[in-house]
């Protein structure tokens, strides 16, 4: 089950369990939808994968115990280890290449 992380590893942007922003990797890496676009230029600075957008978990409960309420959103904040330098080389160097090629 996907954590929900509670901000982007980048910037440091609150990302809502509810948020349209937030993309997510295939490690679940999480970033807002700005910085996957001008900073990662879609390379994820951790596995250099692609991102898509993170799904939305239902608010209400429409079937028994599946909600955001029954699995609430992880609290703990995610920063990258990577400075603004270092991930910019790398998307830089990886962007060119489809997600799926990589």
Do not use: W
């Amino acid at each position: 089950m996907l954590k929900l992380k509670p901000n982007c590893e980048c910037c440091n942007k609150v990302l809502s369990p509810t948020s349209t922003d937030a993309m997510i990797c295939s490690y679940e890496c999480t970033f807002c939808k700005t910085c996957v676009e001008k900073v990662l230029l879609n390379v994820c600075p951790n596995c250099g994968g692609g991102f898509s957008h993170r799904p939305i978990r239902p608010k209400l409960a429409r079937r028994k115990g599946v909600s955001l309420k029954h699995q609430p959103a992880s609290t703990n904040k995610v920063h990258t280890s990577y400075s603004i330098e270092e991930i910019e080389l790398f998307a830089k160097a990886h962007c060119a290449i489809a997600a799926a090629e990589r």
